[in-house]
């Protein structure tokens, strides 16, 4: 038993709220009933098996009654290891009753039973529980009485699979009894949801299985509540949830192998053919059904005709089954031919259940009969004696693949001539040789047409021939051809007359004979010929069966004959007295004949006389004679006759003419003897069918079947057949003695009426009706008749006129004759109704479909009458199946008319790439009633940059995938339209359509071509432009002006726009390969990709270009080396012989000097891509690549990759063109502008130059000694990696183009020529087409940058400043916004320019600048136009620093001072190496380098030697050896740990900004832009100092300014160092001068002036006695604010024609201004004087004249440059403050203003006062 453990009391432990608290056990009192207090520990419960108790879970009394006592024990088990003490408690109510409570010790393994007793007092519920106790914790069990209850267990849910609707399924489930009673049970459901059994019972805890059915009515899902009803009465329930699914479905059927697609989708028909069958046998074929839905499908199979037809040959032998879900199953097709050539067709319908779907297996079989011939139809034994045998064998063959049973109809035992075998089976293509014996017993001619009957075939006949001689008798020889001459005379009436009467008539010329040798009536006249008429042949059956006994019909009239062809003499029992027969022979010729019997006397049937002649019409009667020979046995035998004319009986009166054949007549002859107390033999046979159906024939026609019986027993069988009292049906034989094994019978229908006949023929055998034989013949007499679809009403759709509208009708054959049908039309509705096929054959029980149209020619409603005629095939129209009959159909259609809408009226192919095709639909509606018939018509119109001429001869650029088509009404059409433009223009498509009318062949169409859509597409080529460009690395000095030039990226985007050609088409990425070293070129858009020159071991020269696709479709590109391009050969296909160029091709490739990343990608439109080159400077000389850059459909580009390495001590100037063009300059200028040729040092060393100016010299001489070319540097010296500004003036007098080719030398390097080439014109002709601008070419270099570099924080808004067209002496200013686009790393900046020269020009402040992260700032850039006319393209580089590797810079330098101090005084004295003062010297120091670029504050004070020290190109680095590397790795390792080398500063990073500006002359500016003028500010200060300039310039021309002309005086090292000694000397001599120094100090302590130009003018005009000095500078700051506006808009001051200085012009200034105002004096003084009476005085009159002396001081004041230039500065700095404030956002600049309106005051005194 189950027992528990238990555990010691423990704290008990809980947790609220986070919080662990341990309470202690409580003790606490309970008080029992019976006055015994307990203490007891309040512990957490616990499971026993948890305490180490085994014990039951609970008690339980069940079945009890009131009264009683019940008692159970709880037996509690020790599980541990040690003793446990175990205390418990009583229960507390009194019904349950224990031990008294004591303290239960339980050892280990140990168990303790407890009782426990229910005294229960009534029927109710009782529950308690006893708790027990131990050390480690507390457990109950729970003790219960129940009363007895209802209760059951049901499923909650029954789910069923997916069900076919109509069909069901099932479910079953299980419902148990958990109560205590036995309860019935009732079942609630709702359809269709079945549960069985629906009412039952179940006892206590026993349990029923239950069936649920789900039928489902329709496709659709079922959920449905089943309610169980228990208890009493069925007052409680529970419920089931029942779910399923229904679903349709669906069958369909073909041919085993074939899937299920190969069903007739009109008809739903599976045809399934069997082919030619053999009667008799059975051939099953098998058809699949196919389920394609997921549910099984019952079906059944429905053979329509089977009750209705006759003639049913198909069966099925499995009618229903079904189908599993989404598979197949096979069932089997019967056909069972009966009748020979006979086209049969039947249907059978497949059904699912619930006839949901329905498919049609149409069986279609034809059968075949043995096909028998034999191997002669003469067997001719010729002339033997009396006495004699002759022999001959006769092949039967069989040419079929089924066997044939045979039975020749003669018997032999009675005949002269004697088969071998008579009956018997032939195997399929068997060949059987058959002995034939011929035995005459009389001297007579012998001949007997035998019938051979195949059975289900028609007969065959063998014609046998023979003589006997005898010594006295010896007739003529009968041979074959007089068998034909007999026929033939037949035919023609002459064997009716004896051979002698013909004789005669021949002789007499009355009769004649033809070409075979047969008589015929001589022709006369007009009479046709009877020999060519062929004789008539009959047909074997009739031949066979017509005899004139068996049927009434014969086939011509019989020269002799019998009364009867059967004698039966029955049973005869006595055998000794046997009366005779008489037998009446009729001769019905016109000459005697002789008959003679062939037997004897001793035979058991004879006849007598045996041998008579009988006159010409005349009877005789014979005595026939039945001798039996014994008792109980039948008898049975064919006597033969032959019958001849006597004057045959001798070959002397024979002419073979004349000669015929004998009659052979037959006569069956039967009797029996047996006994009456014995029965005749228990015939045993079987019969292939005894169910027979006739073909169907016309009335009044017969038609024939065979019946085979086969004796299968030892005794010959008697038959007797019942004749047809119709006389409908007849048979043959009809009665005989049966001896074979085999018998065929042949049964003949000759219906009276068209109906269809039945008929029970009774055969008896022998002679017994027990053994009665019932043949079922069934055969019908057919008269055409169809079967009409929809009760011959046909009815078409409305029909566009002029269209056809088609539909299928279908009849069908309900007779059991093949019928050859023919529509016939009314004359009014030819034109309209048309018919396909018009004439066919419909096989019985087939229904065909003809296919109809109906084309109207109105619109209006028709009604036509076409009419079906049908006949029976192959039936003469006389007779019932083949007289014509005619059933009329009644059709009903409707003419029409309509039109054609698109549903959207413009379609946008948006852009379509030139060469490819994109797709969209066109959606057509047809609103009218009727169907509509269409032609889609296309007009392209092109609107593009290509001549009409060029484009009218493309083809049109749109294909429709139908330009005809038919619309159903009230439909519509979805037409594919794809577009294939093949230029880049635009296209636009008018579609237009035609209602077109196939059907009316005498209009083309209803109506003109009517609008449709149109369609717009745009044909594009793949595009992308270079929007930006950036190089570093050893190419970090060029700008991106001359990076766009050296890269020709201006001629690179022009043709990357342009049309590529069809040679560029011609193969994409992928199959553009060649098996050559050097792939052809199929481009013309050849440039040079320059990478500029470096020396040997610099960095790469690294060249981002930012590629942005620029066109509105998807542009993939790639570049393709030459290795990419070459297709690789197999070993045995390369020479191996390479030119020059593939080798240096192949090395530069191999060593990667020219990398490109990535080498292909793909940009959608508006998306940018950088690609970086790069050239490595590995290897010196000039490496070239042509690369290949092809964009997939669009252009191919061949781009010339060139980079220069240069040896170290090399000096070279990189030329990248041969070739340079100025800028177009107009004739007659009086200054021609300066235009700047740029030379590069790409070496590492300093490289000077010298132009030749020779060839300048030579085209100065041709124009008259004008200065055509100027170049105003000729020579001068060019830094390493930096670019030197040669100045040209190009002054041309004529309006032509002047080339010239200047060599330029290089010291101790290279001579090269560049070919310079400037272009004059004439300005009145030209006009505006010429315009001026500031830039010497124009180049689309941009302003912006695009190309992010790596390690770049701060970024500039432009990187290119256009200062545009300037007059001289003014100034442009410009802003630039420099950025720290860095979120984490502080910068710092400072400006330098590339040229000192330059710092003329340039001002820029701030010059350097810190800027925090993600911080910018505003620098002003002015540019002052000064010199001569010019054009300027200037180069300032920004320094970027960051501040942080700044930073740690520093920190690296302290901590190396720091360790060189201590390694200065720090030294530890070892033995080691005694000599390491002399190898190792002080630490290597290495200074930060000087800047290369200045900042514009020191190039005004620096030269330029020092300004270029920084950038000096470092030394290049040799290439060592491995060996020599790690010998030097090992080295340095070593002098690490003695030497610490100076920390290196950080490498700034620089921004190039570039500026361009053009200076004219102020009157050519004047004249040029005129409206401009007013917009600058000429500063007349700059014209007198470049007029100071140029004066000094000229007194002293030794002196001349080093930026005005180039040093032409060479200075050497040492002339270099003899000045540096003399100028140490003097500046030492002066450093030791007291006088200099003290002439220093004075010039120190010398104050400053403050406004020192005004300042001068105030001293010198006369002291004022009172109030402020005229120039005082408040009063000058007044007249500036009051009449700023006015002095600037009037005062334009001239062109500065003063050529002295500056203090000369202020010295004219103060005299000018003396003698102005001493002349005012005085004439003030002579106006004074001339008043006779003054009117004022003289204080007043001083005071007045102070006044206008002040007045003239603040005019000349206003007019000096000065005051010009300080209203300017006040301006500008205003301007900047403002934009610094909207920079720093105190305000927006962009905000609208507004206005504060305020109130309106009167006018005080103070105000008037001002006012005045």
């Known amino acids: 038993m189950p027992t528990s453990m238990m555990q010691v009391s423990q704290p008990v432990t809980h947790s609220l709220g986070g919080q662990t608290i341990k309470q202690a056990p409580e003790l606490k009192s309970v008080k029992k009933s019976g006055g015994i207090n307990i203490e007891i520990v309040e512990r957490s419960i616990c499971k026993p098996e948890e305490l180490g108790i085994e014990v039951v879970e609970k008690i339980v009394w069940q079945g009890w009654e009131p009264g009683r006592e019940y008692t159970k024990n709880i037996v509690l088990k020790n599980v541990k290891v040690k003793t446990q003490k175990i205390k418990y408690n009583v229960p507390s109510t009194r019904f349950f009753t224990t031990l008294y409570p004591k303290q239960i010790v339980l050892s280990a393994g140990t168990s303790f039973s407890l009782p426990v007793t229910f005294r229960p007092l009534e029927k109710s519920v009782y529950d308690d529980k006893i708790t027990f106790h131990t050390k480690e914790g507390t457990f109950e069990i729970p003790i219960k009485a129940v009363l007895p209850k209802y209760d059951i267990e049901v499923p909650t849910r029954v789910s069923f699979d997916m069900c076919a609707a ?51 009515d329709s496709a659709t899902g079922y959920e449905a509540v089943a309610v169980c009803k228990y208890g009493q009465e069925g007052e409680l329930s529970k419920t089931t949830t029942l779910v399923g699914i229904g679903k349709y479905p669906h069958i369909i059927v073909s041919s085993v192998g074939k899937p299920s697609t190969t069903l007739n989708k009109a008809t739903l028909e599976a045809v399934i053919e069997f082919g030619p069958t053999a009667v008799g046998t059975t051939v099953q074929k098998m058809v699949e059904l196919h389920n394609l839905s997921p549910v099984r499908a019952p079906y059944k199979v429905e053979h329509p005709s089977a009750l209705s037809r006759i003639d049913t040959v198909f069966t099925c032998p499995k009618m229903q089954g079904i189908v599993p879900p989404m598979s197949s199953v096979k069932i089997p097709i019967s056909y069972s031919p009966n009748m020979v050539d006979v086209v049969s067709v039947d249907y059978f319908n497949v059904i699912a259940i619930g006839k949901i779907s329905k498919s049609v297996i149409k069986c279609v079989g034809s059968s075949k009969g043995p096909e028998v011939q034999l191997g002669a139809r003469i067997v001719n034994f010729l002339q033997i004696d009396v006495g004699d ?418 539909r299928t009708y279908s009849i069908k054959n309900v007779s059991r004759i093949p019928l050859r049908y023919e529509w016939k039309m009314r004359f009014a509705d030819k034109n309209l109704l048309s018919v396909y096929p018009e004439s066919g054959i419909i096989q019985p029980n087939e229904s065909q479909s003809q296919l109809w149209s109906f084309v109207p020619k109105q619109e209006q409603k028709y009604l036509m009458k076409p009419a079906l005629v049908v006949w029976g095939q192959g039936f003469s129209s006389t007779s019932s199946g083949g007289k014509k009959k005619q059933f009329d159909v009644r059709a009903v259609g409707e003419g029409s008319i309509g039109d054609i809408k698109a549903e959207e009226g413009y379609i946008d192919f948006s852009d379509v790439i030139v060469g490819s095709s994109a797709s969209k639909h066109i959606t057509l509606f047809n609103n009218s009633i009727c169907s509509l018939h269409y032609r889609l018509s296309i007009d392209q119109t092109l609107d593009g940059p290509y001549p009409d001429e060029m484009t009218r001869s493309d083809m049109i650029g749109l294909e429709l995938d139908r330009m005809e088509g038919i619309i159903p009404a009230r439909s519509r059409q979805v037409i594919s339209a794809m577009v294939r433009p093949v230029r880049r223009v635009t296209y636009q498509f008018a579609i237009s359509y035609q209602l077109v009318t196939p059907e009316d062949k005498d209009s083309v169409s209803t109506q003109e071509p009517q609008h449709l859509c149109h369609i717009l597409a745009t044909g594009v080529f793949p595009t992308m432009s270079i929007t930006d460009a950036r190089c570093f690395g050893s190419a970090v000095g060029i700008s991106k002006k001359q990076l766009w030039s050296l890269f020709s990226l201006d001629s690179l985007n022009v043709c990357l726009d342009n049309d590529p050609s069809a040679r560029e088409l011609m193969y994409s990425v992928q199959t553009r390969h060649s ?286 400043l256009s200062f545009g067209n300037l007059p001289l002496f003014c100034r442009g200013r410009r802003m630039v916004f420099i950025t720290n686009r860095s979120k984490t790393r502080p910068v710092s900046f400072e400006w330098h320019v590339t040229c000192p020269s330059d710092s003329q020009y340039l001002s820029i402040a701030p010059v350097r600048g810190y800027l925090n992260p993600g911080e910018g700032k505003m620098c002003r850039v002015i540019f002052i136009a000064c010199g001569q006319p010019s054009f300027y393209d200037l180069d300032l580089v920004c320094e970027v620093t960051d501040q942080v590797e700044y930073g740690n810079y520093q920190n690296r330098l302290k ?141 002293a021309p030794a002196h001349q300014h080093e930026t005005k002309r180039p040093d032409l005086i060479p200075c050497l090292q040492s002339e270099s160092d003899v000045i540096g000694s003399v100028m140490a000397n003097v500046l030492r ?184």
Not at 171 to 178: M, Q
Not at 1325 to 1337: A, N, R, S
């Open 166 to 216: 109509k069909d069901f399924i099932e479910a079953t489930f299980v419902v148990a009894n958990s109560g205590d009673l036995e309860t019935e049970l009732e079942w609630q459901v709702g359809q269709p949801f079945t549960i069985e059994p629906e009412v039952t019972k179940l006892g206590p805890r026993e349990s029923k299985m239950f069936k649920a059915t789900f039928k489902p």
């Open 389 to 806: 045998v002759a022999t001959r064998t006769i092949d039967l063959i069989n040419n079929s693949d089924i066997d044939a049973e045979y039975q020749f109809m003669i018997d032999c035992n009675e005949s002269v001539f004697k088969f071998e075998q008579t009956a018997g089976t032939l195997k399929a293509h068997e060949k059987r040789t058959l002995i034939l014996k011929f035995i005459p017993q009389h001297p007579i001619n012998y001949y007997r047409r035998v019938a051979c009957v195949i059975h289900n075939k028609g007969p065959l006949f063998l014609d046998l021939l023979g003589t006997c001689h005898s010594e006295l008798v010896k007739p003529a020889v009968l041979q074959s051809k007089h068998l034909d001459n007999y026929r033939t005379h037949i035919e023609r009436g002459f064997s009716v007359f004896p051979p002698e009467q013909l004789n005669e008539l021949r002789q007499q010329g009355r009769l004649e004979l033809d070409d075979a040798g047969a008589l015929m009536a001589p022709v006369i006249g007009t009479v046709e010929n009877p020999a060519e008429h062929p004789l008539h042949q009959f047909a074997p059956m009739d031949e066979y069966f017509n005899d004139g006994f068996h049927s009434e019909v014969i086939n011509f009239v019989p020269h002799v004959s019998l009364d009867v062809n059967v004698l039966d003499f029955g049973n005869c029992q006595n055998l000794r007295v046997i009366e005779d027969k008489i037998l009446n022979l009729t001769n019905h010729t016109k000459g005697k004949v002789t008959v003679q019997w062939i037997g004897g006397p001793e035979k058991t049937f004879s006849v007598t006389p045996e041998v008579i002649d009988i006159p010409p019409l005349k009877s005789c009667a014979f005595q026939v004679k039945f001798k039996p020979n014994a008792p109980n046995q039948f008898f049975g035998c064919e006597l033969e006759c032959y019958v001849f004319y006597k004057s045959l009986r001798d070959y002397k009166l024979v002419e073979s003419t004349t000669h015929c054949p004998p009659w052979c007549i037959t006569l069956s002859c039967t009797g029996h003897t047996f006994m009456p107390n014995n029965e005749t033999f228990l015939p045993k046979y079987t019969m292939d069918s005894d169910n027979l159906v006739f073909p169907a024939v016309n009335a009044k026609e017969s038609t024939y079947r065979t019946i085979l019986m086969t004796n299968t027993g030892t005794t010959p069988i008697l038959f007797d057949v019942e004749k047809d009292p119709s006389k409908i049906f007849s048979i043959k034989p009809a009665k005989a003695l049966m001896k074979g094994q085999r018998q065929i019978y042949v049964v003949k229908i000759s219906p009276s009426e068209v109906k269809t006949y039945k008929h029970k023929m009774k055969m008896r055998l022998n002679d017994n009706n027990k053994y009665d034989k019932e043949l079922k013949l069934v055969g019908s007499a057919e008269a055409p008749l169809v079967l009409l679809d929809t009760q011959g009403e046909m009815f078409f759709k409305p029909t566009c006129i002029g269209t056809s509208s088609k």
């Open 1075 to 1360: 098996h050559q070293r050097r792939p052809p070129v199929y481009t013309r858009a050849i440039m040079d990709f320059n990478f500029s020159a470096a020396p040997l071991g610099s960095e790469p020269c690294i060249v981002s270009l930012m590629f942005e696709n620029t066109g509105t479709v998807a542009t993939e590109w790639a570049f393709l080396f030459p290795s990419d391009l070459h297709m690789e050969l197999e070993y045995w296909a390369e020479t191996g012989e390479f030119d020059e160029d593939e080798l240096h091709e192949m090395k530069v490739m191999d060593n990667n000097l020219f990398t490109i990343e990535p080498k292909k990608g793909q940009l959608q439109p508006g998306e940018c891509g950088t690609v970086t080159f790069q050239y490595r400077h590995t290897m010196a000389g000039t490496d070239r690549l042509p690369v290949l850059l092809k964009l997939a459909r669009g252009r191919e580009i061949l781009l010339n990759f060139i980079g220069v390495t240069v040896e170290p001590e090399r000096r070279y100037i990189h030329f990248p063109s041969s070739k340079h063009m100025f800028t177009p300059v107009p004739v007659g200028e009086k200054i021609s502008p300066k235009q700047v040729y740029e030379l590069y040092n790409g070496g590492a060393v300093p490289v000077r130059y010298q132009f030749d100016l020779t060839p300048m010299e030579l085209i100065k001489q041709e124009n008259f000694d004008q200065p055509i070319f100027e170049c105003l540097n000729p020579v001068g010296e060019i830094p390493p990696g930096r670019t030197l500004n040669i100045e040209w003036r190009f002054s041309p007098i004529e309006a032509k183009t002047y080339m010239v080719d200047v060599p330029i030398h290089v010291h101790n390097g290279d001579t090269a020529i560049v070919t310079f080439t400037g272009v004059g014109y004439d300005k009145r002709i030209m006009g505006d087409t010429m315009p001026l601008t500031d830039q010497q070419d124009l180049t689309g270099v941009p302003g912006v940058q695009s190309v992010p570099v790596p390690g770049q924080l701060a970024f500039l808004s432009q990187e290119r």
């Open 1455 to 1595: 901590e190396w001072d720091d360790e060189r101090l201590r390694q200065k005084y720090e030294f530890t004295i070892t033995e080691d190496d005694l000599d390491a003062d002399k190898r190792v010297g002080s630490p290597e120091i290495t200074d930060r380098p000087l800047s290369r670029l200045k900042t514009m504050e020191e190039c005004r004070r620096s030269t330029e030697s020092a300004d270029l020290a920084r950038y000096r190109t470092l030394p290049p680095i040799s290439k060592l050896s491995p060996d020599e590397e790690k010998q030097e790795g090992e080295r340095v390792r070593r002098k690490e740990d003695v030497l610490w080398e100076k920390p290196e500063p950080p490498t700034p990073f620089l921004l190039h900004l570039g500026l361009t500006a053009r200076t004219h002359d102020i009157r050519a500016f004047q004249t040029n832009f005129a409206d401009d003028y007013k917009k600058f500010y000429v500063d007349r200060c700059l014209s007198e100092r470049e007029a100071q300039m140029d004066q000094s310039t000229q007194s």
């Open 1629 to 1812: 001599g002066l450093l030791d001068d007291t006088s200099f120094h003290s002439s220093v100090l004075k010039v120190m302590k010398d104050p400053i002036p403050i406004f020192a130009q005004i300042g001068e003018r105030r001293i010198l005009d006369a002291p004022q006695e009172s109030g402020s000095p005229p120039g005082s500078p408040v009063e000058m700051t007044t007249d500036m604010v009051t009449e700023e506006t006015s002095e600037r808009a009037t005062s334009l001051p001239a062109t500065p024609t003063s050529v002295s200085s500056t203090a000369s012009s202020k010295k004219k200034t103060k005299s000018k201004t003396g003698s102005v105002s001493s002349g005012r004096s005085k004439t003030s003084g002579t106006g004074a004087s001339k008043t006779s009476t003054p009117r004022f005085s003289k204080a007043e009159v001083m005071k007045v004249k102070q006044e206008e002396e002040q007045l003239k001081q603040k005019q000349d004041l206003k007019k000096l440059p000065e005051f010009g230039n300080a209203v300017e500065g006040i301006i500008e700095n205003t301007l900047l403050n403002v934009l610094s404030e909207a920079l720093e956002g105190e305000f927006n600049i962009t905000s609208r203003p507004r206005f504060i309106a305020l109130p309106k005051r009167n006018g005080t005194g103070s105000s008037k006062g001002l006012k005045s």
